[in-house]
């Protein structure tokens, strides 16, 4: 199938995504203005940081076969699984945790089978060690050719799908914020910003590691480092998929303040990031901040 038959503007992606301002008295007495860039809303299938992340991959997919990783509860697997029902292509969802074929599936997988996607339970080792030539021929093996996305759909392409983010924001804002799984998001956003913007990255993993895959995704997409970008490591709240009941109350409040639901592996560590960061007076009197609200619950 040629690349051209896949055309993704059939969906009516709500681009650019709405900007919206949050009156929030935690910001405000700081001098400190809170905008949500509410990426969630650009497609109720492919929301937030999937449809820019996925949008170059599926094009170069033309329509074959994809096959990509993830846990028991990935957003990137069922957006994956959603594209492939929409657009009519095979779509195989390698998910972390070889105990999992025997037991009944949660709702985020029975979502991901509803939608046609073969689920391919592998053992954790097995897992971690799935960009390895070794595993991948067997991959392919077993199911044929294949495009291979890789585990949350951070790649070269998915950066350069993530600038117009950045793009959309320019001159609007002076810092952008966004939660981060694998980096994809975060490298294209920061290169799509203009000189003088700054883009923010709160992992909501433990590890460290973020910071090197931002850079070697910027070095494949971009051939070098592209805008300015900074981490804050503190607010993971145990790892991914770990919340806390301080977390949930947060995110309860927050919901009631600005009526907007908030997803809580990702969204809402940002939020409770970023009002925590400006009680510290991490950003200036008069600055102006963006989170992306990447997801829904």
Request: charged share 20%; with cysteine; proline share 6%.
């Amino acid at each position: 199938m040629p690349s051209e038959a896949l055309d993704l503007s059939r969906l009516q992606p709500r681009l650019p995504s709405p900007l919206q301002p949050a009156e929030d008295e935690r910001f405000a007495r700081h001098g400190v203005r809170l905008l949500l860039k509410r990426d969630d809303l650009i497609h109720p299938d492919l929301p937030g940081n999937k449809w820019r992340k996925l949008s170059l991959n599926l094009r170069a997919a033309a329509g074959r076969t994809v096959l990509t990783f993830g846990g028991a509860y990935s957003n990137h697997l069922r957006a994956t699984a959603a594209a492939g029902r929409l657009f009519g292509f095979p779509t195989i969802g390698v998910v972390r945790g070889d105990e999992l074929a025997d037991r009944p599936l949660n709702p985020s997988l029975a979502r991901c089978a509803a939608d046609g996607m073969t689920l391919h339970f592998v053992d954790r080792a097995t897992y971690r060690a799935k960009a390895d030539p070794e595993v991948l021929a067997g991959l392919l093996s077993a199911f044929g050719e294949c495009c291979v996305i890789p585990e949350g759909g951070s790649n070269a392409l998915a950066a350069q799908g993530c600038t117009e983010l950045g793009r959309e924001l320019r001159g609007r804002v002076d810092v952008v914020a966004v939660a981060c799984g694998t980096g994809g998001t975060l490298a294209g956003l920061a290169a799509g910003l203009a000189p003088g913007q700054r883009a923010l990255g709160i992992p909501v993993l433990r590890g460290g590691f973020l910071g090197d895959a931002v850079r070697e995704l910027q070095q494949e997409a971009f051939g070098g480092p592209a805008g300015s970008w900074s981490l804050d490591e503190r607010f993971h709240f145990g790892g991914y998929a770990r919340t806390t009941p301080q977390l949930h109350a947060f995110a309860d409040d927050f919901e009631q303040r600005h009526g907007m639901p908030v997803e809580r592996l990702y969204v809402a560590k940002l939020l409770y990031a970023l009002t925590a960061l400006a009680e510290e007076g991490a950003f200036p009197a008069g600055t102006t901040v963006a989170a992306v609200v990447t997801g829904r619950p």
